[in-house]
């Protein structure tokens, strides 16, 4: 058991609380029921009298990461991590990895958006990559469940904040850079900047993948031993035909040609199974081997998830940012054989810039959008939607606040051959309406709809 802990209500006989002051929640408020709970010590930033022993510190959160960092990193120093960072891409590169890992005999963990999964159980995270301390703990539980590899995502908030301090990676690999979470970062060059970072905890004899095809890859050249993959990388995309269903790819490495079927669809799923294929077999397995187990290896839950709904489909996916939006709306359009119907909305309290880039990306290469919420968090819907409609003259779109009417008016509009993309959720199965998490799930409601 780690000694430290922030969370007064888990704190257990014999630790030290460390209050940490959030962004919605100053832990300081919560020191005495961390004493009740058995803390022998705190550790905190303002000047108290406590029962029991009190350090004051400049910055309590800098004190927990160097404590944890010093006294427990070396507990899982054998343990083969590899990050992957990027705008879009992560959560299925990590979670294709993870899964052919399995497949290929080797005891291994999923560590991002959709939860830790490991040893056939699952839990869910509080984000992308979690807080240190839950790191920590995530990771010495790795250790004695006896993992040995570790595949997680790595976002740019993560390596700001130093969330990884500590870790040592075997690989990396970059996806892409596009608009998102310039609410935090402000410009694009600070969001690259953050994202390079991953760089820094790359082991020096381990390696880096990067898309060749973005040309934010440059920046990640700073780490000297790197591979590319793409329609010129090193491996090599020389065709590909895809259906609603699967993808038949051809890429060549090294001289040599490759030809394999996946249970993926669209470019962005070749770029995210190239990925995937470029990481493993850089650390050692042969591409053989890989592209022998990939017709067991599908897309996480909430990206592309596609269901049958008549003659036509309905499909989940967690696209959220501009770039997301076009590459996944573009892909259906293309082997789309009627109308293209989108659902989507924005999230609330969170980048409103790319709130009227989406709805334009939305409205222009679908026949008809329903806007909708998408955890509008304490941020008036209204605002919302007019953001996402600023200076958009097309007709073809109607707002339904209510989610669940808006999927159910979706799924009633679609005729033969038609396809209803859902976006924006993918797998969560709750909405943030004010500062309450209510469940909520976008498959549930096209489950019933079928069932109907």
């Not at 803390?39 to 029962?51: P, Q, S, T």
């Not at 984000?127 to 010495?140: G, R």
């Not at 040599?256 to 190239?274: D, E, Q």
């Not at 808006?406 to 005729?415: E, F, Q, R, S, V």
Request: with cysteine; glycine share 6%.
């Amino acid at each position: 058991m780690i000694k430290y802990e922030t969370n007064s209500k888990l704190v257990k006989k014999g630790q030290i609380f460390v209050a940490i002051k959030g962004f919605t929640v100053d832990g300081h408020d919560y020191i005495d029921d961390a004493i009740k709970n058995g803390a022998i010590k705190v550790v905190g930033e303002k000047d108290l009298k406590l029962e029991v022993p009190y350090e004051k510190v400049e910055n309590s959160e800098e004190y927990l990461k160097e404590a944890l960092v010093k006294e427990y990193s070396q507990e899982f120093k054998n343990l083969k991590l590899i990050g992957v960072t990027g705008t879009t891409g992560k959560t299925t590169n990590c979670y294709l990895i993870y899964q052919m890992l399995k497949e290929i005999g080797k005891n291994s963990a999923y560590l991002g958006t959709i939860g830790y999964y490991h040893s056939d159980k699952h839990e869910k995270l509080a984000n992308t990559t979690p807080d240190i301390l839950s790191l920590y703990k995530i990771l010495i539980d790795s250790v004695h469940e006896g993992i040995e590899y570790v595949v997680m995502e790595v976002s740019s908030h993560s390596l700001s904040y130093e969330r990884v301090a500590g870790l040592h990676f075997i690989a990396g690999a970059f996806t892409n850079l596009t608009e998102d979470h310039l609410d935090y970062h402000k410009t694009m060059e600070a969001y690259l900047k953050e994202k390079v970072k991953l760089t820094k905890y790359i082991n020096k004899d381990g390696i880096m993948l990067l898309n060749s095809d973005d040309e934010a890859s440059e920046s990640f050249k700073v780490f000297p031993n790197y591979k590319t993959y793409g329609l010129k990388g090193d491996y090599k995309i020389i065709k590909y035909d895809y259906a609603p269903d699967h993808t038949d790819l051809t890429f060549s490495y090294e001289n040599k040609t490759y030809n394999v079927t996946t249970n993926l669809t669209s470019i962005f799923n070749v770029y995210n199974y190239l990925t995937c294929i470029s990481i493993l077999n850089s650390i050692g397995f042969s591409l053989e081997d890989l592209i022998k187990v990939t017709k067991n290896v599908y897309a996480p839950k909430g990206r592309c998830e596609t269901y049958k709904v008549g003659k036509a489909f309905a499909v989940i996916d967690y696209a959220h940012t501009p770039d997301a939006f076009e590459k996944v709306i573009a892909a259906y359009r293309e082997f789309s054989q009627n109308r293209i119907i989108t659902i989507f909305g924005c999230g609330g309290d969170r980048d409103p810039y790319k709130r009227p880039i989406m709805g334009d990306i939305a409205t222009s290469l679908s026949d008809y959008v329903i806007l909708t919420t998408d955890n509008p968090r304490t941020e008036n819907v209204n605002d919302i939607m007019n953001d996402i409609i600023k200076n958009n003259n097309r007709k073809n779109y109607e707002i339904i606040y209510d989610r669940t009417e808006a999927i159910n008016k979706g799924l009633n509009m679609l005729k033969e051959n038609d396809i209803l993309l859902v976006l924006g959720k993918g797998h969560e199965d709750y909405q943030i309406i004010g500062h309450e998490k209510l469940y909520f799930s976008d498959a549930e409601i096209i489950k019933n709809f079928t069932k109907k």
